[in-house]
T-cell receptor, first 116, second 109 residues
Framework: GAGVSQSPSNKVTEKGKDVELRCDPI?????LYWYRQSLGQGLEFLIY????????KSGLPSDRFSAERTGGSVSTLTIQRTQQEDSAVYLC??????????????FGEGSWLTVV | KQEVTQIPAALSVPEGENLVLNCSFT??????LQWFRQDPGKGLTSLLL?????REQTSGRLNASLDKSSGRSTLYIAASQPGDSATYLC????????FGKGTRLSVIA
């Protein structure tokens, strides 16, 4: 696609429910990243994919968070038993190659999650 | 652990003024540094990417410099316009990108 696409753009969910956030990276980009941005805070790294594998998932805040990537393309971030502190914008990004190769990283518009 | 600091946190300037945004990082072993712009309610737009071997990059009215040894980068915006109002984020590429908290810029007409 022309850019990184994320869905849903907005999601309101009840505490305790599970949510799935989807990211469709730029076609041909091998690296995919998930970040979280809470109100007034900086971007917090969650997980990085190279192809379908996740060399770095050190930023996932708890075992309620998981992510997968299939076919080297679409990725899904799943949050189980959502809590109010999970409310944030979840940003997905992709780059042509792995970090450190000098590629520009392109971000999607984000998925705004509100847990009530 | 890499830490990225941006100063000032917020800045308000009159239209037409030249301005400098600052970014510092604690670990100089970076691959590159990238400046982004974020408009309210939007994702991030890449402005400039400086490789670790480079000292500066220019795009239009924007000029970014990198001094890796001192752990500093600046983003210079010439002849600011109200449309430049946004939050500007600096990020350094270790693995993964580590972001500063941004500088919120307001350009007053």
């Amino acid at each position: 696609g022309a850019g990184v696409s994320q869905s849903p753009s907005n999601k309101v969910t009840e505490k305790g429910k599970d949510v799935e956030l989807r990211c469709d990276p730029i076609s041909g980009h091998t690296a995919l990243y998930w970040y979280r941005q809470s109100l007034g805070q900086g971007l917090e790294f969650l997980i990085y994919f190279q192809g379908n594998s996740a060399p770095d998932k050190s930023g996932l805040p708890s075992d309620r968070f998981s992510a997968e990537r299939t076919g080297g393309s679409v990725s899904t971030l799943t949050i189980q038993r959502t809590q109010q502190e999970d409310s944030a914008v979840y940003l997905c990004a992709s780059s042509l190659e792995r970090p450190g190769t000098g590629n520009t990283i392109y971000f999607g518009e984000g998925s705004w999650l509100t847990v009530v | 652990k890499q830490e990225v600091t941006q100063i000032p946190a917020a800045l308000s300037v009159p239209e037409g003024e030249n301005l400098v945004l600052n970014c510092s990082f604690t670990d100089s072993a970076i691959y590159n540094l990238q400046w982004f712009r974020q408009d309210p309610g939007k994702g991030l737009t890449s402005l400039l990417l400086i490789q670790s071997s480079q000292r500066e990059q220019t795009s239009g009215r924007l000029n970014a410099s990198l001094d890796k040894s001192s752990g500093r980068s600046t983003l210079y915006i010439a002849a600011s316009q109200p449309g430049d109002s946004a939050t500007y984020l600096c990020a350094v590429s270790n693995t993964p990108l580590v972001f500063g908290k941004g500088t919120r810029l307001s350009v007053i007409a």
